[in-house]
């Protein structure tokens, strides 16, 4: 079937980076029939592009542009391009009023006309490398190399304290909780719980303890220096 649009690039979008932010191709699509036509553009990779207008109607022998915008992503040299994209073109009725959508919706089969388009990636020419140091020549240190070599020190010896006042506080917790155990075991068995005095006595044991393991604890946590 007779192509309804001239569409300029023919056969290849390029897309010339570098791809770490959005790069556009330009595709110009004139009508050159006595009608107008409408058109859509559709693509094989719906998530890496965005395309300005993606359909609409071009009146006839006059000439419209579509924005097709690349989306930033990881460029691999290696990896094989298999996108593509396609514009499809059809005789407008005398009716524009109607909706686009219903429009492609009932078009009658063998009216469509396909016309595809691959995809290429380019990046700039490479700024040359520069030449290598001669061999003679000292090669400095890294200005940070020996603070990370003192940084990994510290922190294995901040690791080890570290550890040692875990163990330390686990241990205290254990009394804790032995403590606490015998409190409530020697107040069931002499003073009943309906007792005042006692539940004075016990909250007054309870706060002793409290306060010896958190002096102890406090004694036990290694501040940096």
């Given at each position: 079937?007779?192509?309804?649009?001239?569409?300029?690039?023919?056969?290849?979008?390029?897309?010339?980076?570098p791809?770490s932010?959005?790069?556009?191709?330009?595709?110009?699509?004139r009508?050159?029939t006595?009608?107008t036509?409408?058109?859509?553009?559709?693509t094989?990779?719906?998530?890496r592009?965005?395309v300005?207008?993606?359909?609409?109607?071009?009146?006839?022998?006059e000439?419209?542009?579509?924005s097709?915008?690349?989306?930033p992503?990881?460029?691999?040299?290696?990896?094989?391009?298999?996108?593509?994209?396609?514009?499809?073109?059809?005789k407008?009725?005398?009716?524009?009023?109607t909706?686009?959508?219903?429009?492609?919706k009932?078009?009658?089969?063998?009216?469509?006309?396909?016309?595809?388009l691959?995809?290429?990636f380019?990046?700039?020419?490479e700024?040359?490398?520069?030449?290598?140091?001669p061999e003679s020549?000292?090669?400095?240190?890294?200005?940070?190399?020996?603070?990370?070599?003192?940084?990994?020190?510290n922190?294995n010896?901040?690791?080890?304290?570290?550890?040692?006042?875990?163990?330390?506080?686990?241990r205290?917790?254990?009394e804790?909780?032995?403590?606490?155990?015998?409190?409530?075991e020697?107040?069931g068995?002499?003073?009943s719980?309906?007792?005042?005095?006692?539940?004075?006595?016990?909250?007054?044991i309870?706060?002793?303890?409290?306060g010896?393991l958190?002096?102890?604890?406090?004694?036990l946590?290694?501040?940096p220096?």
């Open positions: 079937m007779t192509q309804l649009l001239s569409i300029d690039p023919e056969s290849h979008l390029t897309f010339r980076g791809f932010e959005v790069v556009t191709s330009t595709l110009t699509l009508n050159e006595d009608q036509v409408c058109f859509k553009v559709k094989t990779a719906p998530r592009y965005c300005r207008p993606n359909s609409g109607m071009i009146r006839a022998k000439v419209m542009e579509v097709i915008m690349l989306q992503f990881q460029y691999d040299p290696n990896e094989k391009n298999n996108h593509k994209f396609m514009v499809q073109s059809m407008l009725a005398a009716d524009e009023s909706p686009l959508d219903e429009i492609w009932n078009a009658a089969p063998g009216t469509v006309v396909d016309k595809k691959k995809c290429q380019e990046l700039p020419e700024v040359p490398a520069a030449p290598p140091a020549a000292p090669v400095s240190a890294p200005p940070n190399q020996t603070f990370i070599s003192t940084e990994k020190s922190s010896s901040s690791s080890a304290e570290l550890q040692k006042a875990t163990e330390q506080i686990e205290l917790n254990k804790n909780a032995n403590l606490k155990k015998r409190v409530a020697a107040a068995r002499q003073v719980v309906a007792d005042p005095s006692y539940n004075t006595a016990a909250y007054y309870i706060f002793v303890i409290l010896w958190i002096a102890k604890f406090c004694d946590i290694p501040f220096r």
